[in-house]
Nanobody, 125 residues
Framework: QVQLVESGGGLAQPGGSLTLSCVVS????????IGWVRQASGKEREAVAC????????FYAESVKGRFTISRDRAKNTVSLQMNNLKPEDTAKYYC??????????????????WGKGTLVSVSA
């Protein structure tokens, strides 16, 4: 059973930075595509980033491209999302996701077999 535990959310000012972490247990990252999905209040879920099991070129939503960076630490079985130049519209609950297939990871239309419980990011002056 794969478990995902997110951390790192909080309050940031516009232009600030936060780093989210997702600790993965139960399966090596070498066999999982890991994504970040966010949901703002009253809005639909949005795929933000995805990294395939091979660690190849990640996917980023247009809304975060150039500001967010997904990375992984295979030794710690952890995936991080570095978020820079935060904007109020980045305010949302961010979920770490995992799937056994890389299908769709490169395009942002990826399956989700497991969800973390999410971490809240709030960007406000």
């Amino acid at each position: 059973q794969v478990q995902l535990v997110e951390s790192g959310g909080g309050l940031a000012q516009p232009g600030g930075s936060l780093t989210l972490s997702c600790v993965v247990s139960g399966m090596s990252l070498d066999y999982l595509a890991i994504g970040w999905v966010r949901q703002a209040s009253g809005k639909e879920r949005e795929a933000v980033a995805c990294m395939s099991s091979s660690g190849g070129t990640p996917f980023y939503a247009e809304s975060v491209k150039g500001r967010f960076t997904i990375s992984r630490d295979r030794a710690k079985n952890t995936v991080s999302l570095q978020m820079n130049n935060l904007k109020p519209e980045d305010t949302a609950k961010y979920y770490c996701t995992a799937d056994y297939t890389d299908d769709g990871c490169a395009t942002g239309v990826f399956g989700v077999a497991y969800w973390g419980k999410g971490t809240l990011v709030s960007v406000s002056a």
